[in-house]
């Protein structure tokens, strides 16, 4: 149990194009879900957190007119990359927890974005 | 707030040898801890959780110890095996961080055969 998709897993764009990434939970209702970005060998930067049918929080310094954030339903948020640039290029992960007092985050296997 | 590091420790064992990880959390009233493995290229995987009312708590090869006083936990792997090699993080939650985890910086741990 506890399964959470990505897609897609991979994408490779020119600047100044924006790209969708899609995290859904596939067995279980999600009702936050969290983006972070990640560089090589280091951890987990939290960008934002998402409840479903409410607006995003955005931690501070991530843009949130760059990192569009929707989270439309219990099972699914997409992260939008507006305008990307090579600075974006990145590992995008997302993950879900289920009804409040879970605490605990499942996570999607990441994309991989990379901005020519 | 965020740990980000730029040097991942490396844990280096022997397949079939028990392994430790430690980790020092930051915030004194956290009482919600995770270990998460992670595999090159893919997303963390959960391992094990363990609330701050449990000072030990085992699961299949793995166990969590919790010591409040000095803020530090671990992660004992028994009888390693090749596929145990990633990098292992901790993470802390507190009540009313809405449900945020704060992350350590990770440990690389490298299964020899």
């Known amino acids: 149990g506890a399964v959470v998709s990505q897609h897609p897993s991979w994408v490779i764009c020119k600047s100044g194009t924006s790209v969708k990434i899609e995290c859904r939970s596939l067995?279980?209702?999600?009702?936050?879900m969290f983006w972070y970005r990640q560089f090589p060998k280091q951890s987990l930067m939290l960008m934002a957190t998402?409840?479903?049918?409410?607006?995003?929080?955005?931690e501070q310094g991530v843009e949130k007119d760059k990192f569009l954030i929707n989270h439309a339903s219990l099972t699914l948020s997409t992260l939008t990359v507006t305008s990307a640039h090579p600075e974006d290029s990145s590992f995008y992960i997302c993950?879900?927890?289920?009804?409040?007092?879970?605490?605990?985050?499942?996570f999607g296997p990441g994309t991989r974005l990379l901005v020519l | 707030g965020e740990s980000v590091g730029l040097h991942l420790p490396t844990l280096s064992v022997q397949e079939g040898d028990n392994s430790i990880i430690n980790c020092a959390y930051s915030?004194?009233?956290?009482?919600?801890f995770i270990w998460y493995k992670q595999e090159s290229g893919k997303g963390p995987q959960f391992i094990i959780d363990?609330?701050?009312n449990m000072d030990k708590r085992q699961g299949q090869r793995v166990t969590v110890l919790l010591n409040k006083t000095v803020k530090h936990l671990s992660l004992q792997i028994a009888a390693t095996q090749p596929g145990d090699s990633a990098v292992y993080f901790c993470?802390?939650?507190?009540?009313?961080?809405?449900?945020?985890?704060?992350w350590g910086l990770g440990t690389s741990l490298a299964v020899n055969p």
């Open positions: 067995d279980f209702q999600a009702t936050t």
């Open positions: 993470a802390e939650n507190y009540a009313g961080n809405n449900r945020k985890l704060i």
């Open positions: 993950s879900a927890t289920g009804t409040s007092p879970i605490r605990t985050q499942y």
């Open positions: 998402s409840n479903e049918g409410s607006k995003a929080t955005y």
């Open positions: 363990i609330r701050s």
């Open positions: 915030n004194s009233a956290s009482d919600y």
